[in-house]
């Protein structure tokens, strides 16, 4: 699409990214959601190196308890983060 805004366009990379990691059945197992997060959101998340920070974090994304990780929850996961960040790009006057 041309012409998207910034916003558009980081929402389509949210998309693309999700994808990149889930394949064809649109969902997160445990493994791509640590290779993700690794990968694509090392800046604004630690590395998860322990297992026990992995399990804690994908349970509470689970919400429907079906062991893989959807686009509705991966996007509780991207909210969390962009909130929890949003302090380090308050521009300063």
């Known amino acids: 699409m041309e012409n998207m805004?910034?916003?558009e366009n980081g929402m389509v990379t949210i998309i693309q990214v999700f994808h990149k990691y889930s394949g064809h059945k649109c969902k997160l197992k445990k493994a791509e959601l640590k290779a993700l997060i690794n990968n694509e959101m090392s800046h604004f998340i630690m590395?998860?190196?322990?297992?026990?920070t992995l399990d804690q974090l994908f349970a509470d994304l689970d919400q429907n308890g079906d062991l893989e990780?959807?686009?509705?929850?991966?996007?509780?996961?991207?909210?969390?983060?962009?909130?929890?960040?949003?302090?380090?790009?308050?521009?300063?006057h």
């Open 69 to 92: 990780i959807d686009f509705q929850e991966f996007i509780t996961l991207i909210a969390m983060v962009t909130s929890a960040c949003h302090e380090l790009f308050v521009p300063k």
């Open 5 to 7: 805004s910034k916003l």
């Open 47 to 52: 590395k998860i190196q322990e297992n026990d």
